[in-house]
DNA sequence: TTCATTCTAGAATATGCATTCTAGAATGAA
DNA sequence: TTCATTCTAGAATGCATATTCTAGAATGAA
């Protein structure tokens, strides 16, 4: 090759993940992301075409991670680990956790839309979550998916857990042991699946 | 009075509420306020010390709605009405629900924090809220209250109703029937305190 | 060696936007 | 009427910051 590079893609994208987790998406400014990671500002421009992109690929990145945790789960019919499988992934990379679940994705792109690859790679991960929920609950329920049943799931199994989660992240303070408790409880006592038991007690018209 | 006003605190407050609701905070610019309102920039300054003063003043109308809606059916030791009231809340002014649900206060007031008065009311707003919530467990509890027990509360009765919702609110569209029915359902299956009784929380005794 | 390439380094540019300023108009009181 | 006050109206200012540009250095191939 050429001249070696002092600064990775990888370098920009911790620092921009390190900087929302912090402040917040407008603290992480291209000159923010340059002084953390101790480049000059142009430098950023030979790794990424704009700020947008630095934000895709962070999002690309940690979202990955996050499938790679619950999917295999929810592929293998397990609800009840998925959303449990949560605290561990939270926990292992904090700034990562407060990046991807503290902020809208709208905030992050608003200014412009992320280049056209990373937006369909951000397209193809999100439809791999998708497509690991709805094989979840077809296992579970008789095969067929109603769009109740999917958003039942989605929210025992992750948009639950993460508010249970949210206050400690937004805090910044260690995970208490009950939150692991609560989610376990969450899932004992609604079921993933209305149909498949006697739990339907809820009715309203 | 000396000269009447054509622009009123109402109408930029209503006006930044609708534009992040449609944009997120980024798009209420000063300019795209006056320009909703019809106003030429300058006149917001007569209302307004500065950007972070309309939001916190739009916050703190937008809270105090909310707060109006639940404490009192808090206050009555009944959590799970207080967890269906989000419902209608959001439904009567969906702006006002996408202002306050779908954006951290955060990322309202990253480039300033607001005028003193302002942030006062935040937080005497937030810390009725709160003892609207301790009074709510206080009753079905022993009396004595454990944080677990508070989070658990704010989990069942807020944070996991508004998760429920938000699917609905990002996509801007009418809340199906299946969401009362998860709510309640969650209430029926998962205690709001382990201690005391059995499920059975509210006053159908 | 020479050269194209791919960087570092950081200055320059351009734009968007919050805020302030200038000018003048409406209003009620004295 | 005159005047202080509180607006409208919109231009001017200044700053923050994304992006581009200039200059030069490192690297491997020819």
Redesign the interface.
């Known amino acids: 090759m050429v001249r070696t590079a002092r600064f990775s893609t990888e370098h920009f994208i911790d620092a921009a993940i390190a900087l929302v987790a912090a402040?917040?998406?407008?603290?992480a400014t291209m000159q923010a992301v340059a002084r953390h990671v101790g480049a000059p500002t142009g430098s950023i421009y030979h790794r990424f075409e704009s700020r947008s992109a630095i934000f895709a690929a962070a999002w690309n990145q940690s979202y990955d991670t996050l499938v790679g945790a619950l999917a295999p789960l929810l592929l293998a019919g397990r609800p009840r680990e998925a959303a449990l499988a949560l605290l561990p992934w939270a926990s292992e990379d904090r700034d990562r956790a407060r990046f991807l679940l503290?902020?809208?994705p709208?905030?992050l792109f608003?200014?412009a839309p992320p280049p056209e690859p990373l937006r369909q790679e951000m397209e193809r991960l999100e439809s791999g979550m998708d497509q690991a929920f709805r094989a979840c609950i077809a296992r579970t329920g008789d095969g067929a998916i109603r769009?109740?049943d999917l958003?039942?799931a989605?929210?025992l199994i992750f948009?639950?857990p993460?508010?249970?989660l949210?206050?400690h992240l937004l805090a910044g303070s260690a995970f208490?042991p009950?939150v692991g408790q609560?989610i376990a409880?969450?899932h004992a006592?609604?079921p993933i699946a209305r149909t498949g038991r006697g739990?339907d007690?809820?009715?309203?018209?």
């Open positions: 402040g917040g998406p407008g603290a503290l902020h809208e709208v905030s608003e200014d769009e109740e958003a039942r989605k929210f948009d639950a993460i508010a249970i949210r206050p208490p009950f609560m409880e969450l006592g609604v739990a007690d809820t009715q309203a018209a």
